[in-house]
C-alpha cells in the first residue's frame, strides 16, 4: 500500500509540474505573462501554427486536468480508508 502511494505521489508531482507549464505555455486573450513565453512560437511557425499548437495544449491541459484531479481523488480515498 506504501508503494502505491508513492507512486501516485509522483505522478501527481509530474501531472502539476506538467500542468503548470503547459497553462503558461498558452495563449491568453490579453497576451500577458503566456504571450511573452510562447510568443516566439508564433513568429516561429507562423500564425495559424499558432493557434492549432494552442488548441492541441488546450486539448492536452483538459486531459491531465481531470487526470490530475482523479488522482487527487484516489489518494484521498486511499489515505482515508487507510
Known amino acids: 500500500?506504501?508503494?502505491?502511494?508513492?507512486v501516485i505521489s509522483?505522478?501527481?508531482f509530474v501531472f502539476a509540474i506538467f500542468l503548470v507549464a503547459a497553462v503558461l505555455m498558452q495563449h491568453g486573450k490579453t497576451h500577458n505573462l503566456s504571450g511573452t513565453i510562447a510568443g516566439g512560437a508564433e513568429t516561429f511557425f507562423g500564425k495559424t501554427k499558432g493557434r492549432t499548437i494552442d488548441k492541441m495544449l488546450s486539448k492536452i491541459t483538459t486531459i491531465v486536468s481531470i487526470i490530475f484531479v482523479l488522482l487527487v481523488m484516489v489518494m484521498y480515498i486511499m489515505n482515508y480508508h487507510a
Open 1 to 6: 500500500m506504501q508503494t502505491v502511494n508513492i
Open 10 to 12: 509522483a505522478l501527481l
